[in-house]
Each structure stands twice: as C-alpha cells, then as structure tokens.
C-alpha cells in the first residue's frame, strides 16, 4: 500500500514535464554563453524571493544550501516538486514595439531522507542554464538590392542532478555536500531560403560545492548563519554541425573541435532569523566571478562577476489553529536583485523581481503531512536603452511537498 501511494504521487510529480512545454524561457538573452541562467526562486522559499543559504525547515528540502539537510526529521522521507508558467512582455524601445511569450515547464524534482541520526541524503534535478529564443533579421544580397531573412532559433540548456548529503557535525553545526551532474544540449538553428545551419554542443561533468550552517538561539530567536561556495570547473563542449542547402539536402554534416566553457568559482553567505512559530526572515548574497572566464569565440560579448542579492519574510498567524484554515497558512514576500553574467556593449542588465506567496497545509494523517505552495513573482530585466531590450515578466510557480514517516509504530488505548 506505501509502495502504491509513492509510486503515485511520482506519477503526479513527472506528469507535468508532459503536460508543460519543452522551453523554460523565450529570452533573447539566452543567446550568449551557457543561456540564461537559473535563479532557484522555487520550493517553500520561493515565495521570499528564493532566499535559502541561511535558511532550514523541518521536512524541506532547500536546493540553496546542502547543509539544510539537517532538518530531515529520523525516518521521514520527502517528496517535492514545482512547476511554472511564465508570461514576457519584450520591449526595445518606444519605437520598435512590443513582442509577447508565455512558456511553462517543470522547474524541480526533489526527494530527500535520513540514512542515519547524523546523515541525510538529498536528490534533486534541477535546471542550470536556459535556452529560448526566436530572433529574425535581414541580410543584403550580394550582387542585387534584395534582402533575405535569416532566422535563429535557440533551444536547450543545463540540467543539474545533485545528491546531496548533509551532515550533523554537532546539534548545531551541519556541513553538506553537493555531487553534481551538469549535462544538456545547447542548440542553434540558422535558417534562410538558402539554407540551414543546425549547430549543437552537448556535455556532462561531475563537479562539487559545499555548505555550513550554524544555528543558535538568541533573546527567544533561532538564529542560522549559512555559507555555500563552489570552486571553479570546466565543461567540455562536444560541438557539432549540419548544413542543409534550400533543395533539402545535407551538403555538410561532422563534428567540430571541442570547446571548454569554465564554471567559476562562487561564495554565498545567508541568515536566517525565526522568531516562535510566527515569524521567519532571510537574507542572502552570492558571488560568482564570471570575470575569469574568457570568450574566445565572439569578441561581442564578454563575461562579468554576478552578485546576487535575495531578502525575504514570511508569517503564519496561528499554525495549531484547528478552527480557522487561513491562519495555519504561511504568507511570504521577497525581493532578489542580480546582474547578467554577460556584458554586450558595456553594458550588463539588471534583473529584479517581487514575489510573493502562500504554503497551505495539506490535511495530516498520523504517518504522513503534505503542502500545496504557490508563488507570484514579478520583475523586469536589461533597459529598452538603444540596441538593448527589456523583459517585463510575471512568474506563477506551484509546489507540492510530501512527508511521510517510516517504520514508526503506534499505539493505541
């Protein structure tokens, strides 16, 4: 019966991989390097703008810091998913109009449990970088004072599957560890009435990042100090390219010199602050330097340092109030505040957005307790400044979160 019940609930967590679109983003950003990269506003923190490093609750599974694994309660295991809906409005300027997209994918699959009193293990599959992005111009004709179209379409990004172990180090210190694997495929197509040029790159490596935290109690407040960071790694990229000519047929099809695109280094470093069962805020920064990594293929763009900057809170009015359901619900708010690791022209975008957002508790059994979250987000991204656009979007995120118990026996009277 526990074997059926969690093979179900799998079932309703990939469905929405079908049920959405293959494309998480349609930014015409995504374009350069690795594509957009992901923001991790999801799970029980999304609604407090993604805020993590320095936060932990019991059950969660928290993708920011591995060390939050700590909070896994002795043989509970916990089940999580989300998924999103995003709609952009792109501007470039009064002049140029505007064009409009809507996309929606799954963004996480997680589950997490204790092996042990000290360790517990987490697996998520989460994205790294997005690809999206449909961008048409004309070309002059050599030899006649005709145009022709030529047409990009980019598709694909990183995923990221972590395994996760965090660790009790003392009842209030906890280290985790990230295990990841950083694969996908970063796809182009150039097409004209003259032909198509399909370039891809794919890749796979295993790379590690770390994380503490340190909680302690002060003047009626559980107070937790987080830090995360992760050295620098490279990926080899396995190019590819196919020409096809305008008679459909394939005049060019091999595979290219490998490139290696460079993951910096990172720093993080998080608190967080409850007070009771009421009240619970969080602030986070994080730090990557892009700078190092050189562009050797197009002197258009170039790589920038990221800094990233994320503060949320949320309230629950009365979370054992059995009459009223709304007071039992934890409403959330955040902000979160980066630049662009790419620089175009001098310039490197600012992305900020305003979320906020709901956890519903789900009716409890004596094995097992269940969430329903639901995020809203909205921001704006770059400057419709010239040759620049700007990206106005708003985010609709769901989660589902499971927890049951394991092995535990009861007694009755």
């Known amino acids: ?83 999103m809906g995003k709609y952009s409005l792109f501007s470039a300027g009064r002049a140029n109009g505007t064009e409009n997209s809507v996309n929606g994918n799954i ?31 004309t070309n002059p004709i050599e030899g006649s004072n005709d145009v022709e179209e030529v047409h990009f379409l980019g598709s694909g990004g990183l995923n990221r599957i972590n395994m996760s172990t965090g660790i009790n180090i003392l009842p209030s210190l906890s280290l985790g560890i990230n295990a990841s694997l950083i694969f996908g495929n970063l796809t182009q197509d150039e097409n004209s009435s003259s032909w198509n040029i399909q370039t891809n790159s794919r890749t796979s490596r295993v790379n590690f990042d770390f994380g503490l935290q340190y909680s302690f109690n002060s003047n009626e407040k559980q107070i937790t100090l987080g830090m ?13 390219i196919k020409v096809i000519n305008s008679d459909d047929k394939i005049v060019e099809d091999k595979g290219l010199l490998n490139t290696v695109m460079n993951v910096p280094m990172f720093l993080g470093v998080g608190i967080g602050v409850e007070k009771g069962t009421k009240l619970y805020w969080g602030v ?23 800094h990233n900057f994320k503060v949320g809170v949320s309230y629950t009015p009365n979370a054992t109030d059995v009459r009223n359901y709304f007071k039992r619900v934890t409403y959330q708010m955040g ?13 490197s975008p600012i992305e900020y957005g305003i979320s906020v957002g709901a956890i519903m508790p789900l009716k409890q059994t004596l094995n097992s307790v269940g969430r329903f979250t639901i995020n809203l987000e909205y921001g704006k991204m770059g400057s419709r400044k010239e040759d620049f656009f700007r990206e106005d979007f708003i985010k609709l995120s769901f989660g589902f979160t499971f927890a049951e118990s394991w092995f535990v026996r009861h007694k009755f009277k």
């Open 1 to 83: 019966m526990k074997n059926n019940k969690i093979l179900s609930l799998i079932i309703a967590i990939i469905l929405p991989c079908v049920v959405f679109g293959q494309n998480l983003t349609s930014n015409p950003f995504s374009m350069f390097g690795f594509g957009e990269l992901d923001r991790a506003t999801y799970g029980y923190f999304g609604g407090m703008g993604g805020v993590g490093i320095g936060m932990k609750q019991f059950n969660t599974i928290n993708n920011s810091n591995p060390a939050s694994l700590s909070s896994i309660l002795k043989q509970s295991f916990v089940l999580e998913s989300s998924v």
């Open 228 to 240: 995360v960071g992760g050295l620098k790694s490279s990926l080899t990229m396995h190019n590819s």
């Open 284 to 306: 986070d920064y994080r730090f990557q330097k892009w700078s190092e990594t050189v562009n050797k293929n197009n002197s258009y763009y170039k790589y920038c340092d990221t």
């Open 107 to 137: 963004e996480r699959i997680a589950m997490a449990f204790r092996t042990s009193d000290r360790v517990a293990i987490g697996l998520s599959l989460t994205p790294f970088t997005k690809i999206g992005y449909n961008i048409r111009k």
């Open 335 to 347: 902000l979160n505040i980066s630049n662009s690791y790419i620089e175009l022209n001098g310039y």
